[in-house]
């Protein structure tokens, strides 16, 4: 009988031995599986942070913003007062007035593309800030469009494109020497803003270069056309 107690006895000790080790190695993996959760929740995060800054670092977004508005008024700087000068020189061969023409035109493109610009992206500023009081999305202010950046890069593109034919034509007195050498400047011209736009834009190269090259020569060719025509048919 005392012999049975002592195993019984015995027994009861292991069994408490074997259940605070049972407890304790589940404690203590448990306690593993959350350190473990938790640098993999850290580690995600930090990746999560690394991809938006990545997507930040490669977002042209923010870059649009104001290129499109440079590049577009490079090109209408450059093909408007190209064109106008053309067209003028079509009628009136002499130097001053193909120069002052450009000029009322250079100065007329870069008021008109500056006030245009600024309406359109502050009408879209409006829509994107009421949206996002709609939906309740707080968007730092340097991540909506720029209105005052996009006229500004607006008309100084336009103002350095329509120098180009300008500058070209303005110590040239042989007309036809004259429109070459406007015609020329402005193709280089419209083929260089092309490929920096396309550059900048991760664009293909060649492709948005002869287009823009293309569409000047053809404004150029209807403006100088259609003015000689109507010049030719005595209209004063």
């Known amino acids: ?139 730092e202010k340097s991540e909506l469009p720029n209105p005052l950046q996009a006229a500004a890069a607006s008309a100084t593109a336009f103002t350095v494109g329509g120098l180009v034919p300008l500058v070209a034509a303005a110590f040239i007195k042989n007309y036809r020497v004259r429109v070459g050498v406007v015609v020329a400047a402005v193709s280089l011209a419209l083929v260089g803003f092309g490929g920096l736009g396309a550059f900048l834009g991760r664009s293909p190269l060649v492709k948005s270069s002869l287009r823009i090259l293309i569409g000047g020569w053809f404004a150029m060719g209807i403006t100088f056309g259609l003015t000689k025509l109507i010049g030719s048919i005595g209209i004063n």
């Open 1 to 139: 009988m005392e012999k049975a107690t002592k195993d019984l006895r015995e027994n009861e000790k292991n069994t408490n031995i074997l259940h605070k080790f049972w407890t304790k190695t589940v404690v203590r993996n448990k306690i593993e599986i959350n350190q473990i959760v938790s640098r993999n929740d850290d580690f995600e995060g930090q990746n999560t942070v690394q991809e938006i800054e990545e997507v930040k670092v490669y977002d042209y977004s923010k870059r649009a913003q104001w290129l499109r508005a440079a590049v577009l008024g490079a090109n209408d700087g450059l093909l408007s007062t190209a064109a106008l000068m053309v067209g003028v020189g079509a009628v009136r061969q002499d130097v001053k007035t193909m120069v002052l023409a450009g000029l009322a035109g250079l100065v007329a493109g870069a008021c008109s593309m500056a006030i245009g610009e600024f309406v359109s992206v502050y009408s879209q500023y409006d829509i994107e800030v009421a949206q996002m009081k709609r939906e309740n999305i707080r968007v």
